[in-house]
């Protein structure tokens, strides 16, 4: 519809959507529906004219008839239908409410030591994972969900599938790990997503962590089970050609974080990545930006929120941020995020509903007209 006028209609205070035409000059036909009106009204007064110019009284008894409101009823419809027709004529279209064509949803959780607050009933984890699995459990069991963990590093912990019970799974064996890498976790679900092109994985994933998927001298893939990034195909990359942000429609990334990033890649150079690729990815904060103090491994820690960092990648990538202080308030976020990617709006050719209720009003026509007069019209 790129290149062609439009003629909107006003909402109506909301109850009527937006319709657009990408033949407006055919609305100018409309302009004889009055003229037809005018000559119906026209036709009438003759006839009551004609009648009375009679002295049969059954003759003026019948003119008057003619004129009881069930009489105008089937060309008042008729009209109408040829009205719709003409609208029919001009295609109209407009913004309706269909089923997405997402396919896959990328979770990417926060595991830093910083989760375990109890601010939140349980705790920060407890409340992120029961909300992460309600959320999992309400999706149609055509979306594929996979998950990514992040501390430190990121790592794959679930590759996208439709079991349910294998998402579970994986969530309940997450287990915190120092550090918050939110860059890494964007660019670890972008290469689940493009398994054949290049990401920047030696600025994250690297020896400063004993290698890929490693801390130290432990290899927590063990514990997760997942696999770290670089470790999948060895495939050459392929040349990616930038697109709009946002408009890649078979997947999302949902990002959950409740702290600052302080390893990683740049979490702002991952979500231009993102935008470069049209994938939005959904952020969501996860406590207070003034923070708590947690102790972990022996150490005290404020985990502070950083919304800004959170606010400028949901916007990079034309997703939205969302911030949650309880575990009510993320069960909240996630069901918005479910009525988001399930459903979304978009523009369609409605030429047939114009169509079909114009054939609709032609029968309801002839159907009061054999049933009140026994004929049509």
Known sequence: MTGLPHIPWSRLGGLIPSISFNWPSVLW??????????????????????????????????????????????????????????????????EVSLPSRVATVMLAMDVSGSMRANDVNPSRIAAAQAAAKAYIKDQPRDVRIGI???????????????????????????????????????????????????????????????????????????????????????????????????????????????????????????????????VRV????????????????????RAQLDEDALKKIADMTRARYFHATSAEDLKAVYDVLSRQLVVETREMEITAFFAAAAALFMLAAAGLSLAWFHRIL
Do not use: C
């Open 29 to 94: 036909l409309l302009l004889v529906v009055p003229l037809l009106i005018a000559g119906y009204i026209f036709l009438l007064l003759r006839r009551r004219k004609a009648a009375f110019h009679y002295s049969n009284l059954a003759l003026v008894k019948q003119a008057v008839q003619t004129l009881s409101w069930r009489r105008h009823i089937p060309p008042a419809l008729m009209l109408a239908a040829f009205a719709l027709l003409l609208l029919a004529m001009a295609r109209p279209s407009a």
């Open 148 to 278: 990514v963990a992040f501390a430190a590093t990121a790592l794959l912990v679930q590759t996208p599938t439709t079991d349910h019970a294998a998402l579970t799974s994986a969530i309940d064996r997450f287990e915190l790990q120092r550090g918050t890498a939110v860059g890494s976790g964007i660019l670890v679900a972008l290469s689940t997503l493009f398994p054949l092109d290049s990401f920047p994985i030696n600025q994250f994933n690297s020896s400063n962590f004993g290698g890929y998927g490693r801390w130290g001298n432990y290899d927590f893939r063990d514990r997760y089970g997942g696999t770290a990034l670089g470790e999948r195909g060895t495939a050459p990359p392929k040349k990616h050609v930038p697109v709009e942000p946002g408009s890649y429609k078979n997947a999302v990334v949902i990002l959950l974080t409740d702290g600052q990033t302080n390893a990683g890649y740049v979490p702002m150079d991952a979500a231009r990545i993102a935008s470069e690729y049209g």
């Open 282 to 301: 959904y952020t969501v904060g996860f406590g207070t930006a003034h923070g708590n103090i947690v102790g972990f491994g022996g150490f005290s820690m």
